[in-house]
């Protein structure tokens, strides 16, 4: 069939429009018999030989008789499936309205007008709704490629007659729209309203897309259940960048969150992409675990401090601060040890361990004042500092007296103090402060001793160790040390001894001489 092609006005210049009109020759057939809709191609070729496109256009020529039977109402639903065997949308339904009985035949071209598939070939078909399902594929069963096809639809009558030649177009597409170019920013994200990471960022890049297909972007907990959705930005409308943000809403505690992004066509083929992102509204967990107790008083250096520290966004560092008893600081601001790299992003189930030491410069108090900072700045301290007592000194001795039963009280040292078996022996001690242990080994005096006596601060620096000698001590008599230990929470510790002499013997008389008794003494 030809068409003259009859040129509007001229152009103004290179790569202005044209407006060409086409008229076609009449009969549009030899017989004069094929009324209907006819798809037209139309390409272009400038006098360099450069070929446009082709552009599809269709009209209908009509001669036909009354009475013919029609096809109305059709459709096909969907309009665009995937045959790729994968449960979604995988056939196509094509339903229409037959005003009479009639023989149907109908088609389906590529586009270029090949007839690829014959869906029905004078089909006897009563009047009414009709309806057929299409798989995709071709007369021998492989499914065709992806594009647009056209469904003719013809029927005749049992008189002859034939109705209008009725088309609709159906599209093929196995393959999903794609994903790419996806970045997470500012994560992990901290909602608290600084400007600063308030809100997690997700781009992304869709292709092979149209307006009509729609994308979804969710947000789930570590078991699946959704928390939240996100719109993305701008509007969708197919192939394009986009972005979708979250501002933690939904989220019932801070961690760690998936994401998906779920773009689907008009021909149900999903694409998706997921992530993880990390939300984080408070500051980080920082423990002390050694010194285990604070305050701590200890004659070894250097003085050490080691914990935990643990955030769902990662550490930033921990810092210490120390100072003197009388708030000097001795050293600034310093980054401790970690045994995992800074900025390393963690989850609550995998703390990061740190230490610190500190060689003290003379004895004294001193404090530690610790800091986390996590990544997304948020700063925690532990409730209390950390105060450790350097203290290299000995506890000193300033006296000590001795008093055996209720006999008089002697003064250590002058000389030894007698002592016989089951009497009790008391050592009052004096030293230069309170809060020392002290003990007292009794067990050269008494071989019944059998562990030492732990004495009673009994204030002001003043100690009381008391000890009953056994009845049945077997220890030889003569001269007897009891060592007193004295030792102070920094476990500086002295010792002195105490003389007592153990004498369980007896006087007896060895003579006597005579007396005149008439001599008055």
Do not use: C
């Not at 057929?132 to 013809?154: E, K, S």
């Not at 694409?271 to 980080?284: A, E, Y």
Request: glycine content about 8%; proline content about 7%; charged content about 20%.
């Amino acid at each position: 069939m030809k068409g003259t092609l009859t040129p509007g006005p001229a152009p103004g210049g290179r790569g202005e429009e044209a407006v060409l009109t086409l008229a076609f020759q009449s009969p549009l057939s030899v017989d004069g018999t094929d009324d209907g809709r006819y798809i037209m191609t139309i390409v272009v070729v400038d006098p360099a030989g450069n070929r446009s496109e082709p552009y599809h256009a269709s009209f209908v020529y009509d001669t036909i008789q009354a009475g013919s039977p029609t096809i109305q109402d059709i459709s096909v639903q969907p309009a665009a499936f995937s045959p790729n065997g994968d449960g979604a949308s995988d056939t196509t339904r094509i339903s229409y309205v037959l005003s009479s009985p009639a023989r149907v035949t109908i088609r389906v071209a590529d586009d270029r007008l090949n007839i690829v598939r014959t869906l029905l070939e004078s089909e006897t078909t009563g009047a009414g709704e009709q309806s057929i399902v299409w798989d995709g594929t071709d007369g021998g069963g492989v499914v065709l490629p992806d594009g647009m096809y056209t469904l003719t639809f013809d029927a005749k009558d049992a008189n002859g007659l034939t109705g209008a030649l009725e088309s609709v177009n159906v599209v093929i597409d196995t393959l999903p729209p794609i994903l790419s170019r996806l970045t997470v920013s500012d994560n992990p994200f901290t909602p608290d309203g600084d400007g600063f990471a308030d809100v997690v960022r997700i781009q992304f890049e869709v292709s092979n897309s149209s307006p009509r297909d729609n994308v979804a972007v969710t947000f789930h907990d570590a078991l699946g259940n959704q928390v939240a959705t996100s719109p993305v930005s701008p509007p969708y409308a197919g192939d394009g960048v986009y972005t979708a943000t979250w501002n933690g809403l939904g989220a019932p505690t801070d961690g760690e969150y998936g994401y998906t992004i779920r773009v689907r066509d008009s021909a149900a083929n999903v694409r998706t992409r997921s992530g993880t992102v990390s939300l984080d509204r408070d500051g980080p967990t920082l423990l002390v675990i050694e010194p285990a107790a604070s305050p701590l008083a200890t004659n070894q250096t250097p003085l050490r401090l080691s914990g935990t520290v643990m955030d769902f966004s990662g550490i930033r560092n921990v810092e210490v601060l120390v100072r003197r008893d009388d708030a000097t600081v001795v050293r600034g601001w310093q980054e401790v040890q970690m045994s995992k790299p800074a900025n390393e992003q963690i989850s609550k189930s995998a703390p990061i361990q740190w230490s610190y030491e500190f060689a003290p410069p003379s004895d004294g108090t001193y404090t530690f004042t610790l800091r986390a900072t996590d990544n997304v700045g948020h700063i925690a301290s532990p409730a209390d500092p950390v105060r450790i007592t350097y203290d290299t000194g000995p506890p000193t001795h300033l006296a000590t007296n001795v008093q055996v039963e209720n006999r008089p009280v002697v003064e250590a040292g002058a000389k030894p103090v007698l002592a016989t078996n089951g009497e009790t022996v008391q050592l009052m001690t004096r030293w230069d402060a309170p809060g020392y242990r002290l003990t007292a080994d009794f067990s050269q005096l008494d071989t019944g001793a059998a562990a030492p006596v732990t004495g009673t601060d009994t204030g002001g620096g003043e100690y009381l160790l008391k000890h009953q000698i056994n009845a049945d001590n077997q220890a030889p008599e003569g001269l007897k040390t009891v060592r007193i230990t004295a030792i102070d929470s920094a476990s500086n510790q002295t010792t002195i001894d105490v003389m007592l002499a153990l004498d369980n013997t007896a006087p007896r008389v060895v003579s006597v001489n005579s007396l005149d008794a008439d001599t008055v003494y």
